[in-house]
């Protein structure tokens, strides 16, 4: 059974960082793409960035792009998202995504 469970939200002042995990169970995550989306308040869900199988190929959305970094540990199962110089149009609830399942997310608040 495929799961997915999201770690390392939490409340951060603009201009911190943060480090999402996402570790991934029930599928073999070393040959599957993944990304991470999220959901801010009163709105859709968001692309935020994705990553091929190998982690040799990432892409990010324009609102992330120099800030946020996708990474993977295939021996681990698990997915990262490290987040830098955050903003408060960042405060959103994040989830790592395959295909089209997604975990429980783990919210992420940005604010002073």
């Known amino acids: 059974q495929l799961q997915l469970v999201e770690s390392g939200g939490g409340l951060v002042q603009p201009g911190g960082s943060l480090k999402l995990s996402c570790a991934a169970s029930?599928?073999?995550?070393?040959?599957?793409?993944m990304n991470w989306v999220r959901q801010a308040p009163g709105k859709g869900l968001e692309w935020v960035s994705s990553?091929?199988?190998?982690?040799?190929?990432?892409n990010y959305a324009d609102s992330v792009k120099g800030r946020f970094t996708i990474s993977r540990d295939n021996a681990k199962n698990t997915l990262y998202l490290q987040m830098n110089y955050l903003k408060p149009e960042d405060t959103a609830v994040y989830y790592c995504?395959?295909?089209?399942?997604r975990g429980r997310g783990t919210q992420v608040t940005v604010s002073s």
């Open positions: 995504r395959r295909g089209t399942t």
């Open positions: 029930g599928f073999t995550f070393s040959t599957a793409a």
């Open positions: 990553i091929n199988s190998g982690g040799g190929s990432t």
